[in-house]
């Protein structure tokens, strides 16, 4: 599992939909439009599926090629869908030296998916991230708006099943 793409299937809604296309309705005439709807499409959906850019490229008559050039550009902008628990692992210099790469792999494997990635039941998504400035307690890794620190491998089961609700 952990060498195929994991994909999680668009679930987008009819009154999100409606949402997208009143926000393009109201700015496609306005210079420079792409990247304030797209901010607020993501906004609308938590991230930038494909379907999504399709209706904005659509709706605005430029490529697609052009929204995707955008997203992928952006790093404020996400392809993927965010997990209801968002784990980031600091894969900054001190916590690196300190094991983070391998407490990273572990979470990965457990979970079957890559950085970027959100587990196909949405319940876990992945991470890596450099310096959140809690070098002390290195390696460190995040859960929503939890800390861990002063991690091991073997700390990885326990703190992914408190969240197996």
Not at 6 to 25: M, N, S, W
Not at 77 to 91: E, M, Q, Y
Not at 104 to 114: A, N, P, T, V
């Amino acid at each position: 599992m952990a060498n195929k793409k994991t994909v999680v299937p668009f679930q987008g809604t009819p009154e999100q939909e409606k949402q997208l296309r009143e926000v393009i309705a109201g700015l496609k005439d306005t210079k420079g439009a792409l990247m304030p709807i797209m901010q607020q499409a993501q906004d609308i959906y938590g991230y930038l599926p494909i379907e999504v850019q399709e209706i904005i490229a659509t709706e605005l008559g430029i490529p697609l090629s052009e929204v995707y050039g955008v997203a992928t550009f952006y790093a404020q902008f996400a392809l993927n869908p965010k997990g209801r628990n968002k784990i980031s692992v600091c894969l900054g210099t001190a916590c690196y030296v300190k094991g983070s790469g391998d407490v990273f792999d572990r979470i990965s494997q457990r979970l079957g998916i890559k950085s970027g990635e959100c587990t196909p039941d949405g319940k876990f998504s992945l991470e890596a991230c450099r310096c959140i400035g809690a070098c002390g307690l290195a390696p460190v890794m995040t859960i929503n708006d939890e800390v861990y620190g002063r991690l091991t491998v073997d700390d990885v089961d326990t703190i992914l099943a408190k969240y197996n609700d």
